[in-house]
């Protein structure tokens, strides 16, 4: 009989190595296949052939496994697009996922056998996992059912089923009219809903609404003024829109009570203008956050290419049926009045370089999480669409000399390259 020693860990960042552990008195092996749920059903597929995990050398017993490999390949991270609707059980970005296993025994005449019938096969218990670029002071001596499960996702367990996968700071951030946002979020528990409170400046509730269908695992939900009006209205924003000062958000449960800290932002009803650039990025704790750069902004081609020397060929002088043409003339060779010179292999990118407002320590620190992002999107200042991108800037910094605030500058080039090849 395989006994689960692992427990209590529900979620795992799958692109950290992780173990669970298993004990049999009677195995020589494991064999086991690894597992995710169907999207939307609770139907279970292989993500793996059959694997054999031997028993740990002198532990008498002990199987540790190790599945964050082959999971971590099932995580697929979309960006939502602009004005996308408020709400949505982000599937692609986590994993739902168990092992399924037997014994392999050795019978008296020494040979390994193992039950091939996979409907009798053992399951384990569910998880779920996410991709998160976790900081090494998070995590430093404490395993991964400790760091990312309790410490980080709910660190009081059984009170705050429910958290936000961000290090933004929730309070003094500010946000345009124009800006769509949406806030990522893991849930661990039944009847949990998500409330969205526009306030206006004397604290009063402006408009409401709450968002019942969330699912166990990862979620998303629109929380910028153009998301909110996706879902209250247009004619019900303006009859409020003049006096709306802040929203807040945050996961209740059932009866009311609310199981992630109150997020908010302030409303900045300025008209934007070109000098702004809207970004996103994977975060470091698996959601994807988003910030505008409003102080500058350039936008610039770079280009890199080969230069070739032409062919010095002879070129004739009239069409070739004109006989009375000596046929090539030896003093006009082809490309003689150019500079004989072309570019080849050429290969361009666009770079955008933007610098944020000036900001406090916490926010500096949160916005450096872009340069250490494996994803990052722009919102598109010409189109409007959502782009990938990747970071040219190496180096931010999070601390501004003395006690002031301090800007962060950001290179960053589009992914989408323009080549041409001759």
């Not at 529900?10 to 169907?38: C, E, G, M």
């Not at 247009?234 to 109150?262: L, P, R």
């Not at 610039?300 to 290419?305: A, G, R």
């Amino acid at each position: 009989m395989i006994t689960e020693v692992m427990n209590g860990a529900v979620l795992y960042d799958v692109t950290r190595p992780f173990v669970w552990k298993f004990t049999s008195t009677t195995a020589a092996n494991i064999v086991y296949v690894i597992q995710k749920q169907v999207d939307g059903s609770p139907v279970f597929e292989n993500i793996s052939g059959l694997l054999r995990q031997p028993m740990e050398f002198g532990s008498g017993g002990e199987f540790l496994i190790n599945p964050s490999e082959i999971l971590a390949d099932e995580i697929k991270t979309k960006i939502r697009q602009k004005n996308e609707y408020v709400d949505r059980v982000e599937f692609e970005g986590s994993v739902k996922w168990r092992l399924l296993m037997t014994e392999e025994v050795v019978t008296p005449n020494g040979n390994l056998v193992y039950l091939n019938n996979m409907n009798m096969w053992q399951p384990t218990k569910h998880a779920f996992g996410i991709d998160a670029a976790t900081q090494h002071e998070e995590t430093y001596n404490l395993n991964q059912v400790t760091w990312f499960d309790d410490y980080r996702i709910h660190p009081q367990t059984f009170v705050n089923s429910a958290k936000f996968l961000t290090n933004k700071p929730f309070a003094d951030i500010t946000m345009s009219v124009t800006d769509s946002e949406y806030v990522y979020f893991y849930i661990n528990a039944k009847n949990h809903r998500f409330l969205v409170n526009v306030k206006d400046e004397f604290g009063n509730i402006r408009a409401t609404y709450e968002l019942n269908n969330l699912s166990y695992g990862l979620n998303s939900a629109g929380i910028g003024v153009p998301n909110i009006i996706a879902k209250i209205g247009q004619s019900s924003w303006d009859t409020i829109a003049s006096s709306v000062h802040k929203v807040e958000y945050s996961v209740i449960d059932f009866g009311g009570s609310n199981k992630t800290e109150i997020g908010s932002y302030k409303i900045n009803k300025e008209t934007c203008t070109t000098e702004r650039l809207r970004v996103y990025w994977k975060n470091r704790k698996g959601g994807i956050d988003g910030y505008t750069f409003n102080s500058e902004l350039e936008i610039s081609t770079n280009t890199q290419s080969k230069l070739s020397k032409s062919y010095l060929g002879y070129r004739r002088t009239n069409s070739e049926n004109d006989y009375n043409n000596l046929g090539y003339n030896f003093n006009n060779t082809y490309n003689q009045r150019s500079h004989n010179l072309q570019s080849t292999n050429i290969v361009a990118n666009e770079r955008l370089k933007v610098t944020s407002k000036h900001e406090k320590a916490t926010i500096l620190n949160w916005l450096s999480e872009i340069i250490t992002s494996p994803l990052v999107w722009v919102e598109n200042v010409r189109t409007g669409q959502v782009n990938s991108v990747y970071c040219i800037t190496k180096k931010a910094t999070t601390k501004p000399k003395g006690l002031g605030l301090g800007q962060m500058k950001l290179t960053l080039a589009m992914s989408n390259e323009i080549t041409t090849q001759r």
